[in-house]
């Protein structure tokens, strides 16, 4: 079974930084794309930034700038640090990994952590 497990988010004030990390376990061969998403209240799901297994990178226009991913491979664990943050960066954020499982291949999501940013 695999798991993927977020930390990091919390409360902040406008203009703080958080890092958010997400661990990915279970039997896994091996893993392509890591990437980031946020759901704010009443809105869609939307693609924050995310990073192939080579290291490329890409990024939603609102967090270019301000946030960077980053992946230790060793670790199975991808990164986001948010620098610079808005009240509109107020969103639960999910981790995401495109996985081969040797037999099967699959998108796998984290349970979501939570980011609030307000003074």
């Known amino acids: 079974q695999v798991q993927l497990a977020e930390s990091g988010g919390g409360l902040v004030q406008p203009g703080g930084s958080l890092r958010l990390s997400c661990a990915a376990s279970?039997?896994?061969?091996?893993?392509?794309?890591m990437g980031w998403y946020r759901q704010a209240p009443g809105k869609q799901r939307e693609l924050v930034a995310h990073?192939?297994?080579?290291?490329?990178?890409n990024y939603a226009d609102s967090v270019k700038g301000r946030f960077t991913i980053s992946r230790d491979n060793a670790k199975n664990t991808v990164y986001l640090q948010m620098n610079s943050l808005k009240p509109e960066d107020t969103a639960v954020y999910y981790c995401?990994?495109?996985?081969?499982?040797?037999?099967?291949?699959?998108?796998?999501w984290g349970q979501g952590t939570q980011v609030t940013v307000s003074s």
């Open positions: 995401n990994a495109d996985l081969n499982l040797g037999t099967v291949q699959t998108s796998s």
């Open positions: 279970g039997s896994i061969f091996k893993i392509y794309t």
């Open positions: 990073i192939t297994s080579g290291g490329s990178t």
